[in-house]
T-cell receptor, first 115, second 116 residues
Framework: AQTVTQSQPEMSVQEAETVTLSCTYD???????LFWYKQPPSRQMILVIR??????QNATENRFSVNFQKAAKSFSLKISDSQLGDAAMYFC????????????FGKGTHLIIQP | DGGITQSPKYLFRKEGQNVTLSCEQN?????MYWYRQDPGQGLRLIYY???????QKGDIAEGYSVSREKKESFPLTVTSAQKNPTAFYLC???????????????FGPGTRLTVL
């Protein structure tokens, strides 16, 4: 079984600034994948970024990037040039595949963007 | 256009009634999932299906049932045995359920179920 800890229930950042959301996880699997999803007020879950655990290179998607530290089981999300539309709940979710566990979600971090 | 649809958006149920939540996808995905979200919490897996006519229990399957008769459809029934069904329900799908390039899950807009 996997566990996920998002230690920051809420974060606030000024528009155009950079913010980092933290995530640590525990898994006994050697091969797995990691996801960040955002959930805006509409409550639709939207994929932000994906990281393969076997890759050393950190994933990036435009203004979003991750800092993946496999030995430390840490998977933080950095949002650069924060925009008002980034305001949402952000969830970290590891996945080992096979469907047996589905995605394991943390409790989320509520990101507030200050104009 | 392709995507995942869930209906209804809001659903009200009286105690003792069974209700069925609809989930349809036209993405030609093999795998489909049902999750439950409670206030201030992440999602928890109820059921998943890797392929038509096959499905498996997730972490919190008690009081729920599913069917997968068609590739594009994965309805969830909330039975009267579910003691605390008020929650937000999300359906997801992926090309396959096996870890790899095809495992990314995409979500529908959700159904809010309230027990009166």
């Amino acid at each position: 079984a996997q566990t996920v800890t998002q230690s920051q229930p809420e974060m606030s950042v000024q528009e155009a600034e950079t913010v980092t959301l933290s995530c640590t996880y525990d898994t006994s699997e050697s091969d797995y994948y990691l996801f960040w999803y955002k959930q805006p007020p509409s409550r639709q879950m939207i994929l932000v970024i994906r990281q393969e655990a076997y890759k050393q290179q950190n994933a990036t998607e435009n203004r979003f990037s991750v800092n993946f530290q496999k030995a430390a089981k840490s998977f933080s999300l950095k949002i650069s040039d924060s925009q008002l539309g980034d305001a949402a709940m952000y969830f970290c979710a590891p996945y080992s595949g096979g469907g047996a566990d589905g995605l394991t979600f943390g409790k989320g971090t509520h990101l507030i963007i200050q104009p | 256009d392709g995507g995942i649809t869930q209906s209804p958006k809001y659903l009200f149920r009286k105690e003792g009634q069974n209700v069925t939540l609809s989930c349809e996808q036209n993405l030609n995905h093999d795998a489909m999932y049902w999750y439950r979200q409670d206030p201030g919490q992440g999602l928890r897996l109820i059921y998943y299906s890797q392929i038509v006519n096959d499905f498996q229990k997730g972490d919190i399957a008690e009081g729920y049932s599913v069917s997968r008769e068609k590739k594009e459809s994965f309805p969830l029934t909330v039975t009267s045995a579910q003691k605390n069904p008020t929650a937000f329900y999300l359906c997801a799908s992926s090309i396959t359920g096996w870890a790899g390039d095809t495992d990314t899950q995409y979500f529908g807009p959700g159904t809010r179920l309230t027990v009166l």
